[in-house]
């Protein structure tokens, strides 16, 4: 492998399990290597010594983040229960970081890892896929590389979420959004769009925020403009719970001056008057799905390259959409 390669054999096990400091020119080399010669790293090698680790990986974005937190909390749940340890990181967004850690696990080494990437479009995700730790990636699916994902319906939510508000009579509705690079996001922001264009009705310009303070003044300037909203998607729990305060400080009613529905739904949405009507990610099934999809990829039970599952989600109409106080689930 070395030898086709034209580098040395250290250079071909860094790239193979994922070292975030390979030139990518170089891990091009290794990476045709593999492919011309058709190589796979033999998992199941180590499975026949007794050199499993009962181990895996886990690393998220944000640990304090309610989704994250609940799937972070089947994911262990599960994995127990298959008399497997987690060892948890935190990434904070940040490739760099990540790519770090994703190293440090493969030469723990963990017999597998889940993995939501903070940005599913970098170039080290093609180094790790081919390396000897299988790969499942939750909620963000990589888009440079093919590995086994877990994710959601996140376009259909959002044609969802949309139509409940269009049921409403409302046609100005307005889509904002953080983190919209990601491509669960591009998605939500998609649906959106698909939705307006069958109601025959223009979709306004999706907001992107980027904290709390960016909310108020984004929303400060369209509420003043002309384009003025009657109705609101927002496209994940962080832009809605930014959007819920700046219309808070801005002085407007939600679910009467303007309706609003959110992408991803969150335990304290109930508290809030009026409670907040979102679409409901299953995430303690995302977490339980990822480590069985991941085990059986360790087990050697998969005979594709890749399995991609894709979760279904509900609505929870609560008040914040216009309906009436009243508890009801839409599929």
């Known amino acids: 492998m070395a030898k086709a390669a034209g580098v040395g054999p250290m250079t071909v096990s860094r790239t193979i399990n994922g070292h975030p400091y390979v030139a990518e020119e170089t891990a091009k080399k290794v990476r045709e290597a593999i492919r011309r010669l058709d190589y796979r790293p033999n998992h199941a090698a180590r499975m026949l010594t007794g050199k499993l680790s009962r181990?895996?990986?886990?690393?998220?974005?944000?640990?304090?983040?309610?989704?994250?937190s609940?799937?972070?909390?089947?994911v262990q749940d599960t994995a127990r229960a298959n008399d497997y340890l987690v060892w948890l990181a935190a990434s904070d967004?940040?490739?760099?970081?990540e790519a770090a850690q994703v190293e440090m696990m493969t030469h723990h080494p963990v017999d597998g890892i889940l993995l939501v990437p903070s940005d599913s479009r970098n170039a080290y995700l093609k180094t790790i896929v081919t390396g000897s730790t299988p790969i499942v990636t939750i909620d963000r699916p990589m888009?440079?590389?093919?590995?086994?994902?877990?994710?959601?319906?996140n376009r259909s939510g959002a044609r969802m979420a949309v139509e409940h508000l269009l049921q409403h009579g409302h046609r100005k509705i307005a889509c904002v959004a953080a983190n919209s690079h990601l491509l669960t996001i591009k998605e939500r922001i998609a649906g959106y769009k698909e939705s307006?264009?069958?109601?025959?009705?223009?979709?306004?310009?999706?907001?992107?925020?980027?904290?709390?303070?960016?909310?108020?003044?984004?929303?400060?300037?369209?509420?003043?403009g002309r384009s003025r909203p009657d109705a609101l998607f927002t496209a994940n729990n962080a832009s809605t719970i930014w959007v819920i305060e700046a219309l808070r400080d801005l002085g407007i009613q939600m679910g009467t001056d303007v309706a609003l529905v959110g992408f991803d739904d969150v335990d304290f949405f109930t508290l809030i008057t009026p409670s907040v009507t979102a679409v409901r990610q299953p995430a303690s099934e995302l977490g339980n799905v990822s480590v069985r999809q991941l085990l059986q990829r360790i087990n050697g039970e998969f005979k594709t390259s890749s399995v991609r599952t894709v979760l279904p989600?509900?609505?929870?109409?609560?008040?914040?959409?216009?309906?009436?106080?009243?508890?009801?689930?839409?599929?």
């Open 143 to 153: 888009e440079v590389a093919t590995s086994d994902s877990v994710q959601v319906e």
């Open 55 to 68: 181990s895996i990986g886990l690393i998220v974005p944000d640990i304090s983040d309610t989704f994250f």
């Open 313 to 331: 989600v509900t609505l929870t109409i609560r008040e914040s959409c216009g309906c009436k106080p009243k508890n009801k689930t839409a599929e």
């Open 70 to 74: 609940v799937v972070s909390h089947a």
């Open 93 to 97: 967004e940040d490739p760099l970081i």
């Open 196 to 224: 307006m264009r069958r109601a025959k009705v223009p979709y306004l310009k999706e907001l992107n925020l980027s904290n709390q303070l960016s909310a108020k003044a984004a929303l400060s300037k369209l509420f003043a």
